[in-house]
């Protein structure tokens, strides 16, 4: 079973910094691996697919890299409505397509 | 508009058993795999169970194997997660969830509350 590991588990930064977040995976994922954006009593949304790529509707402030093991989500100018929980997903044909355990970002 | 709409969910007691439904509409449900993710309160999200698209392949976490079955009804594009032998740790919201690439569809999630 793959396993995400993301860090840091909370990051407290101020609107208009940049954010960086990362998400290590036991074994090699290629680049199936997305990011998710939860609100406070909202659903989760779909930021980043097949590491890079941009959902939908998401501001180019959000952009994903990597591939393998490593992946990094970036934040751009922070606006307050990006401060949220932030999970990783493996979504490659092995399963179970797990999740990160999440990192929450906070208005410093 | 596309929709996904759980119901189901309620309160059940410890080894009960729970089905939850998830009516699809708004696109091609019979060409999509489904998935379950539930969410602990306070906790974060768990992917559950995937099933493809018409339904001869499912996978499952460790946590639920052999206790839930997901299957769907392309017909009445519905999706379902027959939940038996229901733990405390159970308790969750759980969304019906689908997309291409990356889940992009969730549903708003039906509450299941394992508890005595």
């Known amino acids: 079973e793959i396993v995400l590991t993301q860090s840091p588990g909370s990051l407290s930064l101020s609107p208009g910094e940049r954010a960086t977040l990362s998400c290590r995976a036991s074994q090699g994922l290629s680049s199936y691996l997305a990011w998710y954006q939860q609100k406070p009593g909202q659903t989760p949304r779909l930021l980043i697919y097949?590491?890079?790529s941009r959902a939908t509707g998401i501001p180019d402030r959000f952009s994903g890299s990597g591939s393998g093991t490593d992946f990094t989500l970036t934040i751009n100018r922070l606006e307050p409505e990006d401060f949220a929980v932030y999970y990783c997903q493996q979504y490659g044909t092995s399963p179970p397509n797990t999740f990160g355990q999440g990192t929450r970002l906070e208005i410093k | 508009e596309v929709q996904l709409v759980e119901s189901g969910g309620g309160l059940v007691q410890p080894g009960g058993s729970l089905r939850l439904s998830c009516a699809a509409s708004g696109f091609s449900f019979s060409s999509y795999w489904m998935h379950w993710v539930r969410q602990a309160p306070g906790k974060g999200l768990v992917w559950v169970s995937r099933i493809n698209s018409d339904g001869s392949s499912t996978t499952y976490a460790d946590s639920v194997k052999g206790r839930f079955t997901i299957s769907r009804d392309n017909a009445k594009n519905t999706l379902y997660l027959q939940m038996n032998s229901l733990r405390d740790e159970d308790t969750a919201v759980y969304y019906c969830?689908?997309?291409?690439?990356?889940?992009?569809?969730w549903g708003q999630g039906t509450l299941v509350t394992v508890s005595s």
């Open positions: 969830v689908t997309g291409g690439q990356g889940l992009d569809t």
């Open positions: 097949g590491a890079s």
